[in-house]
């Protein structure tokens, strides 16, 4: 038998250790969905739809408790751990209406009619990053149990309490044996045999670009469908007419929120040339008074990084930048790195177009629209992004102009669960959440009835 240690992030203290399916046990566990589809698929409607209020129920009372589980894990600050376990709550009601709106069409044909209905897929492998492990869990259940499927889903080795105790509330309040099973296990073991078993027919990845491009190789020869959520590198675009102060303020949230292990991070800053010492002065009190610490606190507005090694990389970045200000971290056992603020001098820099994946944003000049354009778009990402301006005409152009999937003006709004997320480029394909998102869990198959 095969375990993980889980440590603590904040404290490096071990938690406990979890048993990792090796293949064998994976193996068994699709089996079992398969088999659970066959059923699962025949559930009416509005039986099913019940069955998944109920589900999103047990978990509205296990909030704190998942919360507090996520803490201990993942090292995410109280008041986003809370927000992530009520995410995943909303996400799994907000799919429960949807089995009785699962809508075909009606298609005018010459000499009878035709219909379309969506059917489900059968199991659908759902693999999880370690760095939102209760929301991401969520936005792949919700939609792919309310279309008919079955779901095996492998979370984080690092990080797969929150899942293993969704796991159980499923099964407490009434989804069927076999319908959602956890399965905790390396990605070279149960994340390669998602990909390479017959039954699995669609894989959903949310992680690194490197590791997603080899999911859907593995996946092409068999036809077999995916869903990429990958990495980001995004722009924070500060024009001189916005309000300065407010987009400085502002932006250590969307750079730093989860220690920055975030694709949806806001690391690059382009801040107009006329407003850049301006904001640069904003921003710098902002940082010094970003809190990091106890992720029980609930004054914390950032908690650790996820372990030592990531850690490491994440401080070789800074070391090899031009570090204008940094704000504080607890000193001691921990995961910690402070807050930290580069400038560019080059758009070729590392820190400017590699994802760093932890607290560090790059800032950087533009001149004109034009050139804050080119600069957004000039990665291979394409994932998220702000625009900050009074300007509505720029607003709408410069929102159309930059090559990403999920922009926000004047905010860094980057999810919510009733419209679609998801990338451009090497971001990922296909789009989780939103009404559409049951749909991406089925099959449209036409049929048409004769008059004859």
């Not at 509005?46 to 589900?55: D, G, H, K, Q």
């Not at 293993?164 to 319908?179: C, K, M, N, Y």
Request: net charge negative; glycine share 10%.
């Amino acid at each position: 038998m095969t375990v993980h240690e889980i440590i603590n992030p904040a404290n490096e203290m071990r938690i406990q250790d979890v048993e990792l399916f090796d293949r064998t046990r994976t193996d068994e566990a699709i089996d079992r969905a398969a088999v659970a589809f066959e059923t699962w698929k025949h559930v009416a409607p509005a039986e099913r739809a019940n069955i998944m209020r109920r589900f999103a129920q047990s978990l509205d009372a296990a909030q704190e408790d998942l919360a507090q589980m996520e803490v201990a894990n993942a090292g995410h600050v109280i008041g986003n751990a809370r927000w992530e376990a009520g995410n995943v709550r909303d996400v799994i009601q907000y799919y429960s209406a949807a089995p009785e709106r699962l809508l075909g069409d009606q298609i005018p044909v010459e000499g009878g009619i035709n219909v379309t209905f969506h059917e489900p897929l059968g199991v659908v492998g759902v693999i999880v990053p370690w760095n939102f492990p209760m929301p991401i869990a969520g936005w792949a259940i919700g939609p792919a149990l309310a279309a008919g499927n079955t779901v095996v889903l492998k979370p984080a080795e690092l990080t797969p309490l929150t899942a293993l105790r969704i796991g159980r509330i499923a099964q407490d309040s009434g989804i069927p044996d076999g319908v959602l099973q956890v399965l905790p296990g390396k990605g070279s073991v149960v994340g390669e045999r998602f990909v390479t078993h017959p039954a699995v027919r669609k894989i959903v990845f949310t992680g690194s670009t490197a590791v997603g491009q080899r999911i859907m190789a593995g996946c092409a020869p068999r036809s077999k469908r995916v869903t990429l959520e990958m990495g980001g590198k995004n722009s924070n675009i500060v024009f001189a007419d916005a309000d300065v102060r407010a987009a400085a303020l502002a932006a250590p949230g969307g750079a730093f929120d989860n220690a920055g292990q975030d694709c949806c991070a806001r690391s690059r800053i382009l801040v107009q040339d006329s407003v850049f010492d301006e904001f640069l002065e904003h921003l710098e009190s902002a940082v010094k008074n970003f809190v990091v610490g106890d992720p029980l606190d609930e004054s914390s507005d950032m908690g650790p990084l996820i372990s030592a090694g990531h850690r490491d990389s994440v401080l070789e970045y800074v070391d090899q930048g031009n570090v204008a200000f940094r704000g504080s971290a607890p000193a001691g056992p921990g995961f910690w790195v402070p807050p930290t603020v580069l400038i560019a001098d080059s758009e070729t820099e590392k820190c400017f177009t590699e994802e760093i994946f932890g607290p560090v944003v790059s800032v950087f000049r533009f001149q004109d629209e034009a050139e804050a354009l080119r600069i957004a778009n000039n990665t291979e990402y394409g994932l998220s992004g702000s625009v900050w301006t009074r300007d509505l005409g720029r607003a709408l152009r410069v929102s159309r102009g930059v090559q990403s999937g999920n922009l926000s003006v004047n905010s860094h709004s980057s999810v919510r669960y009733s419209t679609p997320f998801g990338g451009f480029k090497q971001s990922g394909f296909g789009r989780e959440l939103g009404p559409h998102a049951v749909e991406a869990f089925t099959e449209v198959k036409n049929v048409y009835f004769s008059n004859n």
